[in-house]
Antibody
Framework: QVQLQESGPGLVKPSDTLSLTCAVS?????????WGWIRQAPGKGLEWIGY???????YYNPTLKSRVTMSVDTSKNQFSLKLSSVTAVDTAVYYC??????????????WGQGTLVSVSS | DIVMTQSPLSLPVTPGEPASISCRSS???????????LDWYLQKPGQSPQLLMY???NRASGVPDRFSGSGSGTDFTLKISRVEAEDVGVYYC?????????FGQGTRLHIK
């Protein structure tokens, strides 16, 4: 059974870069599929940040595209998110998730527990 | 971007009674394959979202059959035939037809 676990600083200063890693167990990233990031501001709904294929192809939300970079490290079976020039509005719980994508299905079927990142000086 | 609109936003339900959540999209989610790329997720209190339904009407693995999904094009419905206490949480619909992926605002189901 695939498991995902986010890690990274819980506090980031304004204008700095938020960096998170998602470690995957029970499934090899190199086997395929897309790997995504979704965030949830306190008391708010879900916002898709983007996803990355194991080969490195990426799709980002246009609202964040200029500040987002995703990468994959197949040797460590993990993928990462960097969000630059953060402000208070980037304070949120960040989830990583596996995105199953095929001709007859598109869904996030496995999620990490989420990690709260606060942006404050 | 495809805008997803859910209603109601708050849904008080008596255990054992049915419940229904509506989700409407600003564009048709019907793919050329004949499938509607509409998913439903449930976020239980303090937990990550979990997949309930995909392609509008297919239950994910382990989801009880009291949950059902229907609809096509721009109008979709999630129904619970008999609500149980463990069903409380926030339900989200999500369109997976095109990027950016977008979610509805969420519907909070709670026990009366």
């Amino acid at each position: 059974q695939v498991q995902l676990q986010e890690s990274g600083p819980g506090l980031v200063k304004p204008s700095d870069t938020l960096s998170l890693t998602c470690a995957v167990s029970g499934y090899s990233i190199s086997s395929g599929q897309w790997w995504g990031w979704i965030r949830q501001a306190p008391g708010k709904g879900l916002e898709w940040i983007g996803y990355i294929y194991y080969g490195g192809n990426t799709y980002y939300n246009p609202t964040l595209k200029s500040r987002v970079t995703m990468s994959v490290d197949t040797s460590k079976n993990q993928f990462s998110l960097k969000l630059s020039s953060v402000t208070a509005v980037d304070t949120a719980v960040y989830y990583c998730a596996r995105y199953q994508s095929g001709i007859s299905y598109h869904y996030f079927d496995s999620w990490g527990q989420g990690t709260l990142v606060s942006v404050s000086s | 971007d495809i805008v997803m609109t859910q209603s109601p936003l708050s849904l008080p339900v008596t255990p054992g009674e049915p419940a229904s959540i509506s989700c409407r999209s600003s564009q048709s989610l019907l793919h050329s394959t004949g499938n509607n790329f509409l998913d439903w997720y449930l976020q239980k209190p303090g937990q990550s979202p979990q997949l309930l339904m995909y392609l509008g009407s297919n239950r994910a693995s382990g989801v009880p059959d009291r949950f059902s999904g229907s609809g096509s094009g721009t109008d979709f419905t999630l129904k619970i035939s008999r609500v149980e206490a463990e069903d409380v949480g926030v339900y989200y619909c999500m369109q997976a037809l095109q990027n950016p992926i977008t979610f509805g605002q969420g519907t909070r189901l709670h026990i009366k």
